[in-house]
């Protein structure tokens, strides 16, 4: 079963009109407005404001060649971004298995290392691979949202 809209219940408000799209784009739809206008009672009071037909065809085709451009140069970029995301996901991956695998949890060592439990080397290596982590989440937000940082 659809539930009711609650923009269409009740009376109209102040909040309700916030709530949807009018709200935004009602001072571009004015102005358009006004320029169509303006447009009109020229051509029809002093000139004639009319294009020929070979300079629409003209500017059509130059505007889907530009509107063409546009978008394959936008997919290029993002199929771009997703190959370097891919490439640290893998880069990171592989660094973490390589201190997963890599580092003994065996360790001895001089001075402090020495007193090291076997407990506290996991909770090590374990912490490197947060770090890891938090590197490709970090290059992640730079990347998604710059004024955050």
């Known amino acids: 079963m659809v539930s009711a809209n609650p923009l269409f219940r009740g009376t109209w408000t102040a909040k309700k009109f916030q709530a949807t799209v009018i709200n935004d784009i009602w001072p571009e739809v004015l102005f358009f407005s006004l320029v169509a206008t303006m ?10 404001l009319g294009i020929g037909n070979p300079l629409l065809t003209v500017l059509g085709t130059v505007l889907g060649l530009v509107i063409s451009f546009r978008t394959s140069s936008a997919y290029e970029r993002y199929q771009d971004g997703r190959k370097m995301w891919t490439n640290i996901i893998t880069g990171s991956r592989n660094l973490a298995q390589m201190f997963w695998v890599h580092i003994p949890v065996d360790r001895t060592g001089k001075g402090d290392a020495a007193k090291s439990t076997m407990i506290q080397n996991v909770i090590e290596k374990k912490s490197m691979v947060n770090l890891i982590l ?11 949202d710059p004024a955050t940082s």
Not at 136 to 143: C, E, H, L
């Open 39 to 48: 447009v009109v009672l020229v051509s029809e009071n002093k000139y004639n």
């Open 134 to 144: 938090a590197f490709a989440v970090s290059v992640k937000v730079t990347i998604v």
